[in-house]
């Protein structure tokens, strides 16, 4: 699978434009997640697999102490414009199809939110709040999933963690791609590849999640540190520039 890792996709309906040999069809269960392959690749790879969780665990604990003011303020703007707690949790896949409670801060009003997250965000869903249109269009909402870094339930960098159930186009995720459960062979990350090249927001039509799955395949299996170093920068420079949420 080769495509040039940075480019951002304009077509999100067009995988196979850089995604060769992608299998679309049939489905894939969580007792087969990885490959004997790619598990014997990663395998080799412990030392890499070692520093990355290093990096992690220095990273997040850095970050929650540098951003406790913020994530304080975040939580009060957020529990004086609705009722309820400022952060909710839901049950996502986690490495090796494991089932993890991710944080976030909720952007929602507390009666109209989904907590399975199966229920895709639209612009201008009528669900969000002020304060939370601007977390989402921020990215702030996920600044929470620190912690779940922190813990060993997340990496800084890898494949997002989807919901349980997630559709696209009204199919199954893991009925859309074969190999879809191969993507759960590492800690799903606080951002990613597919993230990187501009594939975010709903998936309402199955190319569009085959897109961002080919993109996590590929990084698994050309998973090193310098690679999550790039995504790392490309992504606080995202951010900078007004990130890509809404």
């Not at 799955?213 to 790039?230: M, P, R, T, V």
Request: aromatic share 6%.
């Amino acid at each position: 699978m080769e495509f040039p890792v940075f480019t951002v996709v304009q077509n999100q309906d067009a995988p196979d434009q850089f995604a060769p040999g992608l299998a679309t069809s049939g489905k894939s269960h969580s007792s087969d997640i990885v490959s004997s392959r790619i598990q014997a690749d990663l395998t080799r790879r412990r030392w890499h697999f070692a520093c990355k969780r290093a990096m992690d665990i220095s990273i997040s604990a850095a970050a929650l102490l540098i951003l406790a003011p913020l994530l304080v303020v975040i939580a009060l703007a957020i529990r004086l414009e609705s009722k309820g707690s400022p952060l909710f949790a839901q049950m996502r896949w986690g490495k090796n199809g494991k089932k993890i409670r991710v944080l976030k801060f909720r952007s929602m009003r507390t009666e109209l939110g989904d907590p399975t997250g199966v229920a895709q965000t639209v612009r201008g869903d009528p669900r969000i709040t002020k304060v939370g249109a601007f977390l989402r269009r921020t990215n702030l909402d996920e600044l929470p999933q620190i912690w779940n870094v922190l813990r060993g339930d997340m990496s800084l960098v890898g494949p997002r963690c989807h919901a349980i159930g997630m559709l696209a186009g009204g199919m199954l995720y893991e009925e859309l791609v074969v190999e879809y459960h191969k993507r759960h062979a590492v800690r799903p990350g606080l951002t990613g590849l597919a993230q990187m090249r501009g594939l975010r927001g709903p998936t309402d039509r199955p190319a569009k999640a085959r897109a961002r799955i080919a993109s996590d395949l590929f990084y698994i299996e050309n998973f090193s540190i310098g690679l999550d170093i790039k995504i790392l920068f490309g992504t606080l420079l995202s951010e900078l520039r007004g990130g890509q949420g809404f």
